[in-house]
T-cell receptor, first 114, second 113 residues
Framework: SQTIHQWPATLVQPVGSPLSLECTVE??????LYWYRQAAGRGLQLLFY??????ISSEVPQNLSASRPQDRQFILSSKKLLLSDSGFYLC?????????????FGNGTRLTVT | AQSVTQLDSHVSVSEGTPVLLRCNYS??????LFWYVQHPNKGLQLLLK??????LVKGINGFEAEFKKSETSFHLTKPSAHMSDAAEYFC???????????FGAGTRLFVKA
């Protein structure tokens, strides 16, 4: 069966520090991968998605970036964190882009920028 | 264009009473519709999905939802609420899948003892 791992579970970082969140998927090949952010009272915001190794699409311009160095690995990064980057970050995967393919989510990372 | 509206930001029920979480959607095509549940500080878990087969969809944990095209609704129900059902619920519409998936704003369900 497929599983998704996301770490760390919680993170407290000072403003201006770098960020690296990692997500890996097991049990499937060539998944579509996604990074979402969930800020308090603002619902889910799609940040990045990837349909293959090295292919990244950005939905929202900001100081975050994403990379996909391996088929089942997705990394969210920042060179300098802002207070507004605080939130709950969720990685997800799907099989292809068919409309009946649901998203499968990791357990998330709670990021607090101080 | 597609959109989804969850009609209630908060719903409060007593344990053992029915649950109704309302969702309306808008889509130019025949969409797929999903309900997800999120417990505090956890990821979203798929409850059920509708993909143009049976209009009454049964999901996990006793939840079900009915697709009504004439009303453009996909309401989530459960006959008897349990304390463990307290969580946030998201209605989701997808015309083409993947990054074109649209999430509702969420409904927080409170269950009173």
């Amino acid at each position: 069966s497929q599983t998704i791992h996301q770490w760390p579970a919680t993170l407290v970082q000072p403003v201006g520090s770098p960020l690296s969140l990692e997500c890996t998927v097991e049990g499937t090949s060539n998944p579509n991968l996604y990074w979402y952010r969930q800020a308090a009272g603002r619902g889910l915001q799609l940040l990045f998605y990837s349909v293959g190794i090295g292919q990244i699409s950005s939905e929202v311009p900001q100081n975050l970036s994403a990379s996909r160095p391996q088929d089942r690995q997705f990394i969210l990064s920042s060179k300098k964190l802002l207070l507004s980057d605080s939130g709950f970050y969720l990685c997800a995967w799907s099989v292809g882009t068919a409309r009946n393919s649901p998203l499968h989510f990791g357990n998330g990372t709670r990021l607090t920028v101080t | 264009a597609q959109s989804v509206t969850q009609l209630d930001s908060h719903v409060s029920v007593s344990e053992g009473t029915p649950v109704l979480l309302r969702c309306n959607y808008s889509s130019s095509y025949s969409p797929s519709l999903f309900w997800y549940v999120q417990h505090p500080n956890k990821g979203l878990q798929l409850l059920l999905k509708y993909t143009s087969a049976a209009t009454l969809v049964k999901g996990i944990n006793g939840f079900e939802a009915e697709f009504k095209k004439s009303e453009t609704s996909f309401h989530l129900t459960k006959p008897s609420a349990h304390m463990s059902d307290a969580a946030e619920y998201f209605c989701v519409v997808s015309e083409t899948g993947g990054f074109k998936t649209i999430f509702g704003a969420g409904t927080r369900l409170f269950v009173k003892a």
